[in-house]
């Protein structure tokens, strides 16, 4: 069997629309014949316009290269027989071919029909773990050679590199799986249906051997799971006391670093272990802080044959340290080294909710590339855990009919139980030595009779300036319309033939008697859906009123509904539509509570999918039952000591309306139900104020009990590689309008972007500023040869956004929030960090507000006792994000001149690393950059 010739293509434009006059300015053509590149053409193309500067920044081709090259129609005879009875390929096809129509029709010629493949879809399928299917980040992952990316000669060739790759890899794939994917791939936008055809029809010739590693299980592929034993130690493995035993074992790292302070955690970590004391550790940049604690907590696990949790905040740190902490420890010690992830129960797909899926005909696009992506990935996975997996929103969606959600054990899940994710998670975790779980679900075990962690007595807890607001986040209440109109939407009503539907069905197979009973729960079930779709325009109303005058331009609002709010216009009408959604919700779970009971006896005769929609139902019921609890805890009887808000986007109402109560203090909660049983470390790189950890204590819980504290340097040289301006020449932003300010703010970035040549990150405190900063920016035409890149506005996560700007040579990068953390940018890339205001939580913070009552009530003076230690815990994280290694060297500039003005400033300068301060004009300020960087 041959393969059809394929032809990968690669066009540069002047722009994205082909339609609005963007012509290409340079086309590459590769032809693969089975499976080998055989011929490449390449030219430049006259596109009879100006290039655009980011398209000459992105590209590298300017208007001199392609001033004297041909015109499309002169190269066409060229181009047209690589194209006849080929597979029309490129990176994103779509766009390629709708340029090469476009020009073909110029030119007078027929537009290509042939079929077409997408690498980019067929990468979405083929590699379902990839973080980005931009073709740089998968060649780069892939170690291919991609000198001039974003040229076509370059981006054609390793194109058609990957092709090859992913053939190979489809070729690998076994039968079994091959021919649900050519099934599925009916529904796909390319053609990739003629290569898995391609593919079967060649595997066909041959006898199938499976690799050791691989088990086909009632007809789907799937990767063989490791379990792993608990290895007993023959003698008890000693902690290494001696300086010198620690270097014996660590010295063996590629990367050894010796450093002191990290020995004197380990030490300190070791002692709190034996000795069952509480420990808080602030560990600064550079400390080595996950052995710090990891080689301690290995060395304690194996002695009490018990294992130690390690709670994080980020799935990044979750990740990073099994993959890389875990690694280095397992090459360090001289014995065996079990560490498992554990997450909460949705996080791992059900195989036999997944394997039903296959079975129902489904021609939605996200739908059938999710199913597509974990069939492949069930040949890789052990795990089964979804954050493996780049899905898509839509995606996600799918992920939600397969993922775990019951102890439930029906007849079909019964035959899949040997190979189940989340029991063999639990199972793993019982048999670790270390695990590694998130603040939330540590939060959830504690308020939980049942927990998914095993029975544990020691807990480290790592970016731990985080674990109060986890646990507040995770013991609230939290309603919000999106998921409740999809709850309702599976539940649905009898001529919706949804789960309603299913149960009534079932009745009447296995209990004539009761069926045919369905007409008061179905009405109901339509009058809650009429209920609740006008209690949310009701509420939409009441929040928009109530938010329009001090939102500003945001879109996202909040509004805290304190005993205030409950008196203003339009709440009488809140509460009335939420009564109705109440009585209505606890008839319809009532009827739904019938049903089940009526075929609880039922239970045994019934065929496994009938057990699993008889489970759903029940599941769906506890869910509207938590809903209803929600409703009861936000707007009718909220708790005394909670806090209660509403937020939403008003651009998508229904999308993003949320209704939450949260604990205005989890401390007590944290003490009774964690402190006072466990023993609990506490770390982080940010847990001082002024060198004080009396600010953290008080919000976990600790500040009454006996615990040990160590505050640890960064071993950076702070003091000779980095320097702090503070521009003299800004107005206080406390003296002039906001958009006085902003303008400001906006001319000094545009003068310091030019002494740093880019390389810096903005950080703002609200998204209102940064977007009219980056507008003013963009439109004064003093950047048009930077790329500007901010959050909200350029497309992209946190993660793609700072992988872009590290491309760009000149580039500039504005976030809020979430950028003032987790962000790694190491070396010249990131040379200047800009805060542009001290990040004080803004006063109208639902949550600030009733804290700040709170705290009015006990007498304490709200700004001194929280306000201000959050904010300088807020400034630390920023700070961290400049100086990320001991090479690096760069300057921080802080615009917000209260830090040297009032009286509380100098408390955020105490709490950073020592180094020189500086106030000088403008002027003053970019030539001192310059001689600087």
Request: proline share 4%.
């Amino acid at each position: 069997m041959t393969y059809p010739r394929f032809v990968v293509t690669d066009l540069e434009t002047t722009g994205h629309a082909a339609k609005k006059g963007d012509r290409m300015i340079q086309a590459s053509f590769v032809v693969i014949e089975n499976k080998k590149i055989v011929n490449q053409y390449t030219t430049f193309l006259n596109p009879e316009r100006s290039i655009p500067v980011f398209i000459e920044e992105l590209t590298g081709i300017s208007e001199d290269m392609v001033r004297d090259a041909p015109l499309f129609h002169e190269v066409a005879p060229n181009i047209l027989p690589l194209l006849d009875g080929a597979v029309f390929v490129a990176h994103n096809v779509s766009f390629d071919l709708k340029f090469l129509q476009a020009e073909l029709e110029e030119a007078g010629y027929r537009p290509f029909r042939g079929p077409t493949i997408d690498t980019v879809e067929l990468a979405k399928i083929l590699m379902p773990t990839s973080d980005s299917y931009k073709l740089g980040e998968l060649t780069q992952m892939l170690g291919f050679a991609h000198d001039r990316p974003h040229q076509a000669d370059s981006d054609a060739y390793v194109t058609a590199e990957l092709l090859i790759y992913l053939m190979d890899k489809m070729s690998e794939l076994p039968m079994a799986t091959l021919e649900k994917l050519e099934e599925l791939s009916r529904h796909l936008k390319s053609d990739i249906l003629y290569l898995i055809e391609s593919v079967i029809s060649e595997k066909k010739h041959n006898i199938e051997e499976l690799p050791e590693h691989i088990e086909i299980y009632r007809g789907i592929g799937l990767r063989k799971k490791q379990a792993v034993k608990r290895v007993i130690e023959k003698g008890v493995p000693e902690y290494p006391v001696s300086a010198l035993d620690k270097q014996a074992l660590i010295s063996g790292l590629p990367s050894f670093d010796y450093r002191e302070s990290q020995f004197q955690m380990m030490d300190e970590v070791n002692r709190s272990l034996e000795d069952n004391e509480h420990f808080v550790i602030e560990a600064g940049t550079g400390t080595g802080k996950s052995l710090g604690y990891l080689l301690p907590a290995v060395f304690y696990a194996k002695k009490q044959q018990k294992p130690v949790i390690v709670s994080t905040y980020t799935i990044v740190l979750q990740q990073q340290l099994l993959q890389k902490e875990i690694g280095q420890l397992k090459k360090m010690v001289p014995f065996s080294v079990s560490a498992v992830m554990l997450k909460g129960r949705n996080h791992y797909l059900d195989l036999f909710k997944f394997m039903q899926s296959l079975m129902e005909t489904d021609d939605n696009y996200d739908f059938v590339l999710a199913k597509m992506q974990i069939l492949i990935w069930l040949l890789e996975t052990e795990t089964g855990d979804v954050d493996e997996i780049n899905l898509s929103s839509g995606g996600w969606l799918f992920w939600n009919h397969v993922k775990q959600d019951g102890d439930y054990l029906n007849k079909g899940r019964k035959a899949w139980i040997d190979k189940d994710f989340y029991l063999h998670a639990k199972k793993q975790a019982k048999e670790a030595d270390i695990v590694i779980t998130n603040h939330s679900l540590l939060v959830a075990g504690l308020t939980s009779s049942s927990s998914i962690l095993p029975d544990y007595t020691h807990v480290i807890i790592d970016e731990a300036h985080h674990f109060e607001t986890a646990a507040r986040n995770r013991l609230g209440q939290e309603i919000d319309q999106l998921s409740f109109k999809f709850l309702l939407g599976r539940i649905g009503t009898f001529t919706q033939e949804q789960l309603f539907y299913h149960s009534e069905q079932l009745l009447k197979k296995y209990d004539e008697q009761e069926s045919g009973k369905h007409t008061i729960t179905d009405r109901m079930i339509n009058e809650l859906l009429v209920e609740a779709d006008e209690w949310f325009q009701v509420m939409q109303t009441f929040f928009e009123f109530h938010t329009k005058r001090k939102a500003g331009n945001w879109h996202r609002r909040e509004l805290r509904i304190g005993q205030d709010q409950r008196e203003m216009k339009y709440w009488n009408e809140v509460e009335y539509g939420a009564e109705r959604v109440y009585m209505r919700l606890t008839e319809v779970i009532k009827g739904l509570k019938t049903r089940v009971q009526n075929l609880v006896p039922y239970r045994e005769q019934m065929a496994a999918k009938e057990q699993m929609k008889m489970d759903e139902l029940v599941h769906s019921v506890q869910e509207l039952e938590g809903w209803r609890d929600g409703l009861e805890l936000t707007v009718f009887r909220p708790e005394e000591d909670s806090v209660v808000w509403l937020e939403a986007d008003i651009r998508s109402f229904a999308n993003t309306f949320t209704l939450k109560a949260q604990p205005i203090e989890p401390a007590e909660l944290i003490k009774e139900n964690l402190l006072m049983h466990k023993t609990v470390i506490f770390t982080s790189a940010t847990l001082t104020v002024n060198r004080s950890f009396a600010f953290f204590t008080e919000q976990i819980g600790l500040g009454s009990m006996k615990y040990k504290e160590l505050l640890l340097a960064s071993p950076f040289d702070f003091k000779n590689n980095c320097r702090m301006v503070i521009p003299s020449d800004l107005p206080e932003i406390k003296k002039v309008k906001a958009d006085e300010y902003i303008e400001s703010v906006a001319n000094q970035l545009i003068a310091v972007a030019e002494a740093t040549k880019g390389r810096m990150l903005v950080l703002f405190t609200a998204y209102d500023m940064l977007k009219k900063t980056h507008d003013l920016m963009k439109d004064s035409g003093l950047l048009d040869d930077y790329i500007l890149m901010a959050q909200g506005i350029t497309s992209g996560s946190q993660a793609r956004l700072t992988r872009n700007f590290q491309i760009f040579d000149k580039a500039i990068l504005f976030g809020t929030n979430s950028f003032w953390e987790g962000i790694d940018i190491p070396g010249e890339d990131l040379s200047c960090l800009v805060i542009v205001r001290l990040p004080f939580s803004p006063p109208d913070d639902p949550f600030v507000q009733a804290k700040s009552e709170k705290l009015i009530k006990e007498g304490k003076n709200p700004f001194s006792v929280y306000a201000l230690p959050q904010a300088i815990l807020r400034f630390k994280q920023g700070f961290g994000r400049l100086i990320r290694s001991s090479r690096d060297r760069g300057v921080i500039l802080v615009f917000d001149r209260r830090i040297q003005t009032t009286s509380y400033g100098r408390a955020f300068i105490q709490s950073i690393p020592g180094i020189d301060v500086q106030e000088t004009p403008l002027d003053e300020t970019v030539a001192f950059i310059q001689e600087w960087l």
